[in-house]
């Protein structure tokens, strides 16, 4: 159902926030825009520009809408970008909703006879272009809040397909906490075979029933990122439960050592900006690792504290220059680094410009994130998103990003040298797992083995499904963790990729505009006769 009430007052208080409301205490009584969907803000400020992205950072718990942002990434120009373009290709067309509950089982697979009880579920329907007969596009939760019904790409095919949109919130992010807590202990309940469990079988037959759907409505799965990767396994698990899905920039294998993400930083940046990259690493470890002010003075410049293990300030270095190819922001990370005399400049003056750089895109606040924290992520009492994302790491998918040995080989050839520093290894990130969560598994290379257990389940980079498409994107360095060749496992798992520079994660799942690269056009083009065509099916 529309709620266009809700969008004008919500417009409507906006308005007043903005002319009655000169002074920061005024601003503090303003109606909170918490539970305002993501595609209203879009619509706020494309048709008021009296609600600008400080109005919406001002009013909310969130920076702006996570446009597949991580959330302690999203309050810098990099999200202001988004935001942006966003707004500019957003429909004004109402797409109201509200967050809705529902009851989810807390344990599946709980013995028989036991009560698991259960656990309030977050979602978001958006009605909007709905008629009978029309599919359900099915959008799934990921490692971060869900704050309102699928937009973008999957919005506009919706409106072409008279489609239902429904996006649920993965168990233990956001409000949808089974048990109400995040000691390591109930997060065993945290795993991928629950998750899907949550989505398939219990939401929908329990949506379907409550919304009298009628019988045979087609579900269709989308989901990007590690969602991605679920979209494809949804289909192994459950393949009556929908009819296809779109994994974009899924990451269906589950890489313990996964060296290769540096690497692919290495080769999409070129050797130019490799080599300014490298610069800054080693300019940040000869003051840290000199100790007393320098160290101070290196961390400061990211608003870290001098006690910051070393481990996890270099971690968060590496993921702030890397996050910017992955989120299709190459050019402007190179153009800055490479601006610099390395010959003649200081070190200081290195770590000056890189930390300008950072706070720049990811915002002020980026370095003192709770995630790259292992003492913050160590107290379950610290909010649930960072700490669940780590336990998946942990526990089940791995994706350990560590820095490419001296002399290290794959398939016979050397790997370039490494960007991030040799800190960030592999003894560091699986004894942070154990700081993190203490002895949640016995057995130390747990880790690993639990990682191939998902493979040997699911396929890892060759997966077992049967109607699903692969998008991926050049820059990404992700595509590491995808459909490995023959990409086009078969005719019912076909893949496209997007060579194209600046073309970073999830990137199909933005609006569609009339500038996007032609590479990222063929891929959705691909996809949508893949869409229509199993929609088509009987």
């Known amino acids: 159902v529309v709620a266009s009430a809700m969008l004008a007052a919500c417009i409507a208080s906006a308005d007043v926030v903005e002319s009655s409301c000169p002074s920061e205490e005024c601003r503090k009584q303003a109606p909170d825009m918490r539970d ?11 048709k008021h520009g009296s609600v600008t992205f400080e109005e ?20 810098g120009e990099i999200a202001r970008r988004i935001f942006r ?30 009560v698991g009880g259960t656990f309030r579920q977050k979602f978001y329907a958006n009605w909007e272009f709905f008629k009978k007969g029309g599919p359900v596009f099915f959008e799934l939760g990921g490692e971060s809040p869900v704050r309102g019904p699928p937009g973008g ?4 095919l ?6 239902l949109l429904v996006v649920v919130e993965h168990r233990f992010y956001g409000d949808s906490i089974p048990n109400g807590s995040m000691n390591s202990s109930n997060l065993k309940l945290l795993t991928v075979d629950q998750a899907l469990a949550d989505y398939a079988a219990a939401f929908i037959d329990w949506y379907s029933a409550e919304e009298r759907l009628p019988k045979g409505t087609k579900w269709f799965i989308f989901g990007g990122s590690y969602p991605g990767a679920l979209a494809s396994w949804f289909r192994i698990a459950y393949p009556d439960k929908s009819v296809g899905s779109l994994s974009s920039s899924g990451v269906v294998n589950a890489i313990f050592d996964f060296v290769m993400f540096d690497v692919s930083i290495t080769r999409a940046i070129g050797p130019r900006c490799a080599e300014a990259h490298r610069a800054i690493t080693t300019a940040f470890e000869s003051f840290v690792l000199a100790r007393g002010a320098d160290e101070a003075f290196a961390k400061a410049l990211l608003g870290c504290r001098p006690g910051m293990l070393d481990g996890d300030f270099f971690y968060m270095l590496a993921d702030a220059l890397a996050m910017m190819v992955q989120y299709s922001s190459k050019s402007i990370l190179c153009s800055n680094i490479t601006g610099l005399d390395y010959e003649s400049v200081t070190a200081k003056a290195i770590m000056e410009n890189a930390a300008a750089l950072i706070k720049d895109s990811w915002g002020a606040h980026f370095g003192t994130s709770c995630f790259y924290d292992t003492a913050c992520i160590s107290d379950p009492t610290n909010g649930p998103n960072d700490r669940a994302w780590r336990w998946q790491k942990c526990y089940e998918l791995a994706y350990l990003q560590s820095a490419p040995l001296p002399n290290q080989l794959e398939d016979g050839q050397p790997l370039p040298k490494p960007l991030r520093s040799s800190l960030v290894n592999m003894s560091y990130m699986v004894g942070q797992c154990y700081a993190m969560f203490g002895e949640f598994n016995a057995i130390r290379g747990a880790i690993e083995e639990s990682a191939a257990k998902i493979n040997a389940q699911f396929g890892g980079p060759q997966p ?7 998008s991926n994107f050049a820059d990404d360095p992700w595509m590491e963790a995808s459909v490995m060749p023959p990409r086009d496992v078969d005719d019912e798992q076909p893949y496209e990729a997007a060579l ?12 569609p505009r009339s500038s996007d690269p032609v590479e990222l056009q063929q891929v959705r083009a691909r996809f949508t006769k893949y869409l229509d065509s199993w929609l088509a099916e009987e």
């Not at 067309?93 to 006879?113: E, I, K, L, M, N």
């Not at 077992?464 to 692969?470: E, T």
Request: one cysteine or more; glycine letters at 4%; proline letters at 8%.
């Open 500 to 511: 194209c520079d600046d073309c970073g994660h999830c990137m199909d799942l933005h609006t």
């Open 56 to 75: 919406i950072e001002a009013h909310s718990d969130r920076p702006a809408a996570g446009f597949n942002l991580p959330p302690w990434a999203a309050g």
């Open 85 to 114: 373009e966003e707004a500019a290709y957003q429909p004004l067309a109402s797409a109201a909703s509200t967050a809705r509950y529902w009851h989810a089982p807390v344990d599946h697979f709980a013995p028989q006879g036991k």
């Open 158 to 163: 919706a409106s072409e397909r008279a489609a």
């Open 153 to 156: 790409f999957t919005r506009r």
């Open 464 to 470: 077992k499904a049967r109607k699903v498409f692969y």
């Open 36 to 46: 305002v969907p993501d595609v209203l803000l879009l619509q706020m400020s494309s």
